[in-house]
């Protein structure tokens, strides 16, 4: 069987309940499955697919801003 590894950061919580529920979390954010079948890996991806919010397919304004301070260059939120 193939080994399973989900890695999260900044998710909502029913991201980290619903993978501990399937996998045991390692270490903070890393869940890891070494037996889970195929049914089970694809209902884990449609489930975690279906609550990811889409992303935009055309560029945005930019998330950060670039500024000089004192000739170092800085990115600014």
Known sequence: MP???VVTRDVADRYRGFLS???PEAAPGVFVGAELS???RERL???LSDW???RPSHPGP???TLSDLD???LLRR
Do not use: D, N, Y
Request: overall charge positive; charged content about 10%.
């Open 38 to 40: 195929k049914g089970v």
């Open 52 to 54: 990811w919010p889409p």
């Open 3 to 5: 080994m399973t590894v």
């Open 21 to 23: 529920s399937i996998m």
């Open 62 to 64: 930019a998330a950060r």
């Open 71 to 73: 000739g170092a260059l």
């Open 45 to 47: 991806w449609t489930v």
